[in-house]
C-alpha cells in the first residue's frame, strides 16, 4: 500500500505553516537587521508550532530575506532586512517573460529621477544639505583635474561608485522610500549589464559629459530650484536614451542580465 502524505492542517482557511511563516515576518520586521531572535528551540516556544512546522516556515521567510539562520555555537534565527539585488533580479526575471527591452527601462526611470531631483530640491534638511554640497565640492574638483587617460578600470569604478553615492543622496532628500527603491533597481539591474552593454564603459567622453550634467544637477537641487532641477535631471536621462539609441536600441532583457557570456 502506497503512503499517503498528509495535508497541513489549517486554521480558519490559512495552513499551520502558512500562519507560522505570518508570525516570523511580523517578529523579523519589528527587529533591527542582525537582531538575534532566537535559537531554534525558542522560537519553537514562541511559535507554539511543531519543529517540521517551523524549519518549513522559516524556509519561506529565509527566502524573502527578512529572516538568516545560522547554524551551531552561537547560531539561531537572526532579523534581516532584503536588499534592492534580489529585487531587481526578479525584476530581471519579470521582464524577461514579456520579452522587454532596454531602452523601456530608461524611458520608465526618466520621470522618477525627475521626481527624486524635484523632492531633493525641496528639502531643507541641513545635514543632507551639506552631504550634498561635499558631494558637488568633490565632484567639481575631480572633474577640474580629469583627463580622458584618467578613465582605466579603475577610475571608471570610482564613477560608479560616485554615481551610487549621488543616489542615495538624493534618495535621503526625497523622503521617498518607494524612489529610493525604484532608484536602487536601477542601479543593480545596471551593474549586470555585460561590458559590451554598458553605455558609458570605454567611453571617457561620454562620462565627462555625464559628470559635467550631474554636477549641473546636483547644484540646481542644492539651489532649491525645483523647476530647473527637473530640467537639469531630464537632460541627463534624455543624453543616456540617445546613447542607448545608437547601439542597444533593440537589445532585450533575453540579451542582458541572465544571459551567458
Not at 552631504?131 to 578600470?153: V, W
Request: glycine share 6%.
Amino acid at each position: 500500500m502506497s503512503e499517503v502524505k498528509s495535508k497541513p492542517r489549517k486554521i480558519g482557511g490559512a495552513s499551520l505553516v502558512d500562519e507560522a511563516a505570518k508570525k516570523l515576518r511580523i517578529l523579523a520586521l519589528s527587529r533591527e537587521h542582525g537582531e538575534f531572535l532566537g535559537s531554534e528551540e525558542e522560537m519553537i516556544e514562541r511559535l507554539q508550532v511543531s519543529r517540521p512546522t517551523l524549519r518549513q516556515a522559516s524556509a519561506r521567510v529565509v527566502q524573502e530575506n527578512l529572516v538568516s539562520i545560522k547554524r551551531g555555537v552561537g547560531g539561531g534565527y537572526f532579523a534581516s532586512r532584503p536588499g534592492s539585488l534580489s529585487v531587481s533580479r526578479m525584476a530581471a526575471l519579470y521582464l524577461m517573460s514579456r520579452n522587454a527591452g532596454l531602452s523601456e527601462t530608461t524611458a520608465a526611470m526618466k520621470p522618477i529621477r525627475a521626481e527624486l531631483a524635484m523632492r531633493a530640491a525641496a528639502c531643507t534638511d541641513a545635514e543632507l544639505r551639506a552631504k550634498l554640497r561635499n558631494f558637488i565640492e568633490q565632484q567639481t574638483a575631480a572633474l577640474s583635474a580629469y583627463t580622458d587617460s584618467d578613465e582605466d578600470s579603475q577610475g571608471y569604478r570610482e564613477f560608479l561608485r560616485s554615481e551610487r553615492e549621488f543616489g542615495q543622496i538624493l534618495g535621503a532628500m526625497s523622503q521617498n522610500s518607494v524612489l529610493i527603491l525604484l532608484l536602487e533597481i536601477l542601479y543593480d539591474f545596471s551593474s549586470q549589464l555585460r561590458r559590451g552593454q554598458d553605455v558609458l564603459i570605454d567611453r571617457p567622453d561620454r562620462v565627462r559629459t555625464y559628470r559635467e550634467l550631474r554636477l549641473k544637477l546636483a547644484n540646481t537641487i542644492l539651489e532649491g530650484d525645483v523647476e530647473m532641477a527637473e530640467l537639469a535631471s531630464h537632460r541627463c536621462s534624455t543624453t543616456i536614451d540617445e546613447w542607448m539609441d545608437e547601439g542597444l536600441k533593440n537589445t532585450m532583457f533575453t540579451d542582458t542580465v541572465l544571459h551567458d557570456d
